[in-house]
């Protein structure tokens, strides 16, 4: 479990679960926690002098009871930095309140108080990796259940009730069952693209460095490209179970592609690119004109209605300007129309 500020906050307050407890104290008792990066040592060195405030036995006391000293030495730093932080904050609201009473002459104000509705906190963070040899099963606050493969990593927040949508961000591969919440959308985030379910199965991996692959088991997904610097086509594509699509999340252009196509002769169609080839075999038109569109940055013009239930499958040699050799041999095969607006 990754040591974050939110979670030794959280373990200071006494509202770790068992797990995080254990995690915090290990940290401390192997000296994996950077306590300098959240207070700086020239702040705490003159914490003494503050004058005190009421609370200071008290906060002492806590922290003492929530640690447990082992390497005296060593622990009763680390208890001074965390005494410090909160001897800090304390000291000023008390400088704060000592300097409002000096600075006010009038003799007598009967002051009403408005009632403040409280600020709701924004939640903290969960963090999963997982180094080991196998996969690693991640339950998420709404419900879902995440398998995290090896050499990847997940985060999420700790509580969906005060958010309007359920954000995972994921490094690596991992497969997801959502549970069902049409008021709050589903969404993995990775390198320059977004994959949103509102129940469904689903698995999506960036193993490599510069693609991405999705694969949908059921249910129904929308994958979209986050904005980006190439000037490439932005991403929108909709997948039913069984489909998958690898994209190059740099340039985004598709790499490959497989579809189950919607017609009575339930073809199965896919795309894809290797070794400086194209292969199209049984891919419906409408998917084709959208991966040339797509990967040459090119837009095209077409009557939807002639592509409809029209299927292609060829072999190419890749190069700047296949796009045209492609488009020319499925006009002449299938009687159709179709014209390069402008290559953007």
Known sequence: MKITKELV???LRGEANTEEVKAVQNALDNNQLNLDDWLPASEWHNIEEHIAFEQHDSIKQSLIKKITIRDTKQRIYALLKYAAILLLVGTLGWESFQYWKTTTNTPTITAV??????????PSNFYYINSGNSPMQVDVPDGSKIELYPNSEVK??????????????LKGKAKFVVAKDKSRPFNVHTTGLTTTALGTIFS??????????????????????????????????????????TIDHRQLQIIAEERMNSSKFNRRGFYSEKQNTLIFKNLALKDLLHIISQNYNIKLEFNSEAIEDKYYSGTYENDPSVFRKILSDIQELHHITITVQNKI
Do not use: W
């Open 9 to 11: 906050e959280k373990y």
């Open 113 to 122: 108080q408005k009632k403040q509705t409280p600020k709701l906190e924004s």
């Open 156 to 169: 999420f927040a700790d509580n969906f009730s005060s958010l309007s949508t359920r954000d995972i961000h």
């Open 204 to 245: 999506v991996d960036e193993l490599k460095s510069s693609q991405t692959k999705v694969r949908l088991f059921e249910g129904r997904i929308q994958l979209k490209s986050l904005k980006n610097k190439t000037g490439s086509l932005p991403l929108l594509l909709e997948f039913i179970p069984n489909e998958e699509i």
